[in-house]
């Protein structure tokens, strides 16, 4: 089975919290390797970003490392 990512953040509109487990390939695939996750909140639908190294540290430190 491969190693999954929590991926957590936080609306800044309404407070929702989002989490996510991903696999390495899924992250790669739906954010690619950016500083910053492009999120959009499934309460009021509002479009944010947050940065990687918040929502998953551990991810971002292996996708440093990559570099």
């Not at 936080?10 to 989002?18: H, T």
């Not at 910053?36 to 909140?41: F, S, V």
């Not at 998953?56 to 490392?65: G, L, M, R, V």
């Amino acid at each position: 089975m491969a190693k999954q990512y929590r991926l957590k953040a936080k609306c800044p509109q309404c407070g929702c919290s989002a989490v996510m487990h991903l696999t390495p390939e899924e992250i790669e695939k739906k954010f690619g390797n950016v500083p910053n996750a492009k999120l959009e909140c499934s309460q009021c639908m509002e479009k944010y970003e947050v940065a990687m190294k918040d929502a998953c540290p551990e991810w971002d430190k292996e996708c440093q490392a990559m570099k």
